[in-house]
């Protein structure tokens, strides 16, 4: 039987990798739904080839540009997030691809758990600003989630290793970024379109900066909380400029179990579709005879403060780590236009973290609240 897919930000840097592992498999999988946020001309040209019966566009306006070329071929094409919400859900649906960017993934998220469903996720605003409530919706109603960033599917592959021994630490790696061994007053110079050129990993832009910053990982370390169910000190970041181990699992024993490979979003998002099976995705294999260097080093906050930031936001917990997504959010899109510097993104953040009406324990609508809130104020601190 064909495992039929859902991908949620089709057109994105995940979507797109996504739909080229599916690709090389028609046999195993089928598309029957696909969504973008405005990409009327992508998302058009992959639901012409992939023939998918559900087309979801969530700018309302884009809804008749694509309705017009799509509904007559016998697409049924939708508008509004709320649709994409009711449609996450239909029978017809096994596995979901949450590889929508920031917050907004959250509401499809949740109704694809409620209904059950394997999200494959790759969008990690969801877990860091509602992890207790989105790994509570996945017990109370059978879903499951999978990880599809490498880190993360390091350490679950790490784990399908342990039995049933504990795990001690867990070691995410990062790369450093474009700026790793640059200076801080350089840092505080460097505009978008240098952050913008990541050594090793092909992301969207949002996601490239966030790598800049370090927030990525911080983001990284709230994920692998709620998904490993580990205390902040059971996290560590090290800096692996190579990106070859993707992420490590410490045993109480010192006995460190790693999970290698070129870097590639591929392998990741073709194991989390095809679990607990392996399969050809078409990405470069690792020559051992040629790999001349593994290097590591300890990150340093002092030039990356967002990573401190994350920390302490984890370690606060509450609506704290929504807070700092939201100002994150608002921030990196500023800079993205040159509106603001390089480290007025952690200031921002640090504003956030500062002045929030603390909930310890939020529901839903809390975390709603602090997402809509936080990114107002952030916003005032820019314009």
Not at 127 to 137: E, H, M, N, P, R
Not at 204 to 214: E, H, L, N, P, Q
Not at 322 to 345: G, H, M, T
Not at 362 to 373: G, K
Request: proline fraction near 4%; hydrophobic fraction near 45%; charge should be negative.
């Amino acid at each position: 039987m064909k495992r039929k897919i859902a991908i949620l930000g089709s057109t994105g840097s995940i979507g797109t990798q996504t739909l080229d592992v599916i690709r090389q498999h028609r046999d195993l999988f089928e598309v029957v739904l696909l969504s973008a946020r405005s990409s009327v001309d992508l998302l058009t040209q992959q639901a012409i080839e992939f023939d998918a019966a559900h087309v979801v566009i969530c700018d309302e306006s884009r809804y008749q540009a694509l309705a017009d070329v799509l509904q007559p071929r016998g697409t049924k094409v939708w508008a509004g997030v709320d649709s994409l919400c009711d449609l996450v859900g239909m029978d017809g649906v096994d596995i979901v691809v949450g590889a929508m960017v920031g917050f907004s993934g959250l509401r499809p998220t949740l109704a694809a758990l409620r209904a059950g469903k394997v999200v494959a996720l790759a969008n990690k605003e969801t877990l860091v600003a509602a992890g207790s409530i989105v790994t509570q919706t996945a017990r109370e109603h059978g879903g499951a989630i999978l990880p599809v960033d490498s880190e993360h599917s390091a350490i679950f592959q790490c784990l399908l290793c342990a039995g049933d021994n504990p795990v001690e630490r867990v070691h995410l790696t990062a790369s450093g970024g474009p700026f790793r061994t640059w200076n801080r007053p350089d840092i505080a110079g460097a505009k978008a379109a240098q952050a913008l050129k990541h050594p090793n990993w092909d992301m969207g832009a949002k996601v490239t900066i966030d790598s800049a910053t370090m927030m990525n990982k911080g983001f990284e370390v709230i994920e692998a909380k709620w998904l490993f169910d580990l205390e902040p000190d059971q996290i560590n970041v090290v800096v692996h400029p190579e990106s070859v181990i993707h992420s490590m699992v410490e045993f109480v024993d010192g006995a460190v179990i790693a999970q290698l490979g070129c870097p590639d979003m591929r392998e990741p998002i073709g194991f989390a579709l095809s679990f607990p099976r392996r399969l050809t995705v078409g990405n470069k294999k690792l020559d051992f005879a040629t790999l001349r260097d593994l290097s590591f080093e300890a990150p340093d906050t002092s030039r990356f403060p967002c990573l401190a930031l994350a920390f302490e936001a984890l370690r606060r917990g509450g609506n704290a780590p929504c807070a700092l997504n939201a100002a994150n959010e608002v921030a990196v899109a500023a800079y993205l236009k040159d509106l603001i510097s390089f480290y007025d993104i952690a200031k921002i953040g640090e504003k956030a973290l500062s002045g929030l009406n603390f909930v310890a324990n939020p529901s839903l609508d809390d975390i709603f609240a602090t997402n809509r809130e936080v990114a107002a104020i952030a916003d005032g601190y820019i314009h």
